[in-house]
């Protein structure tokens, strides 16, 4: 297992810092679905539409300077890259907390789960399509294999 961290010691160091990042706009998304659903009483899939995009630009800003550490001017192309992929992942979060409120819902909470909780689990399946996202599409190393690999 140490062997594999070894060989892998930056995507492993970008992942831990990726967790960070996460937890930062989790706080954020999080706290924003709480006031504008219990405090406000909005409907849940508008509230998390933005809840969860008050997190992006934080996002990333937060992965592209301190996660991944682009330093290259071009904002504008990893920006669009960095709107698609957390577009797919909102997609996925407001799903999975609709699909888990819905449940709730109709089962007189014996299948689903309630907001807060819809929200807790649904932030798990959209922080990997996320992380996976990021690294590979929008921060992905640039550099071109050289002939010797």
């Not at 996460?22 to 219990?38: C, E, P, Q, R, Y």
């Not at 509230?47 to 550490?69: D, E, H, M, P, Q």
Request: glycine content about 6%; overall charge positive.
């Amino acid at each position: 297992m140490r062997a594999f961290f070894i060989k892998h010691k930056k995507s492993t160091l970008q992942f831990g810092k990726f967790i960070v990042v996460g937890a930062i706009n989790f706080l954020v998304d999080f706290g924003i679905f709480k006031l504008l659903t219990v405090v406000f009483g909005m409907l849940v899939a508008p509230a998390n539409v933005i809840s969860y995009t008050s997190g992006v630009v934080n996002s990333f800003l937060l992965n592209r300077y301190w996660t991944f550490k682009i330093k290259h001017k071009f904002v504008s192309v990893h920006f669009v890259k960095f709107v698609f992929v957390n577009l797919v992942s909102l997609g996925v979060n407001t799903l999975a907390v609709w699909v888990l409120v819905e449940l709730y819902r109709f089962s007189d909470g014996f299948f689903g789960v309630q907001n807060l909780y819809a929200k807790l689990i649904a932030t798990v399946f959209s922080f990997t399509v996320n992380f996976a996202g990021n690294k590979f599409l929008v921060f992905k190393d640039d550099k071109s294999p050289s002939i010797e690999e």
